[in-house]
T-cell receptor, first 116, second 116 residues
Framework: DTGVSQDPRHKITKRGQNVTFRCDPI?????LYWYRQTLGQGPEFLTY????????KSRLLSDRFSAERPKGSFSTLEIQRTEQGDSAMYLC??????????????FGDGTRLSIL | AQSVTQLGSHVSVSEGALVLLRCNYS??????LFWYVQYPNQGLQLLLK??????LVKGINGFEAEFKKSETSFHLTKPSAHMSDAAEYFC??????????????FGKGTLLTVNP
């Protein structure tokens, strides 16, 4: 069990640029989640995948945000035309499937995005 | 809709003293409850989870939490604080009548400081 891996750990970019983050989940986990955490707040749910299917994306913050998980393994989160307000920590988590909500989610160390 | 309230954004204790971090939840159905710990510039690590098996849940690093349905609470305790416990702690809930058993709803977190 190598844990959830996120890349890069830090990203600094200018306003208006596009950014893409990668997440590699724990290998046997078929659920993958993206959260955003701003300073002084708890993580906020964005979207999740079951295998390659994106089953919930209504909480993505705007149409500038998109996520993919093409082969049901790693996932990418893209933000287009970044804005100052996008500065945050972006966290990825994975879990086993479960018919109930009790499966714990395991988090990566996050990607910290800073918009200049 | 689910929600989590963590009373006290900052708790300070002396080394060796009791740690008590408070969490109250709101859920229309029996919830699944979690405590996570976050060290600076890292992701979240699961401390413990409640999934209706037992009301007193023991976790890692000597932490435990008690589910009290009548008080809608899930407070986290540790008998004797250690310097290494200094971190931010998040309470989270999942599972609701809408079937959204996939996402975690987090509280705003409690920063624990341990004084020598």
């Amino acid at each position: 069990d190598t844990g959830v891996s996120q890349d890069p750990r830090h990203k600094i970019t200018k306003r208006g640029q596009n950014v893409t983050f990668r997440c590699d989940p724990i290998s046997e986990h078929n659920r993958l989640y993206w959260y955003r955490q701003t300073l002084g707040q708890g993580p906020e749910f964005l979207t999740y995948f079951q295998n390659e299917a994106q089953l919930e994306k209504s909480r993505l913050l705007s149409d500038r945000f998109s996520a993919e998980r093409p082969k049901g393994s790693f996932s990418t989160l893209e933000i287009q035309r970044t804005e100052q307000g996008d500065s945050a920590m972006y966290l990825c988590a994975s879990s086993l499937d479960g018919s109930f909500g009790g499966q714990p989610q395991h988090f990566g160390d996050g990607t910290r995005l800073s918009i200049l | 809709a689910q929600s989590v309230t963590q009373l006290g954004s900052h708790v300070s204790v002396s080394e060796g003293a009791l740690v008590l971090l408070r969490c109250n939840y709101s859920s229309s159905v029996p919830p699944y409850l979690f405590w996570y710990v976050q060290y600076p510039n890292q992701g979240l690590q699961l401390l413990l989870k409640y999934t209706s098996a037992a009301t007193l849940v023991k976790g890692i690093n000597g932490f435990e939490a008690e589910f009290k349905k009548s008080e809608t609470s899930f407070h986290l305790t540790k008998p004797s604080a250690h310097m290494s416990d200094a971190a931010e702690y998040f309470c989270a809930v999942s599972g609701d009548s809408g079937g959204s058993n996939y996402k975690l709803t987090f509280g705003k977190g409690t920063l624990l400081t341990v004084n020598p």
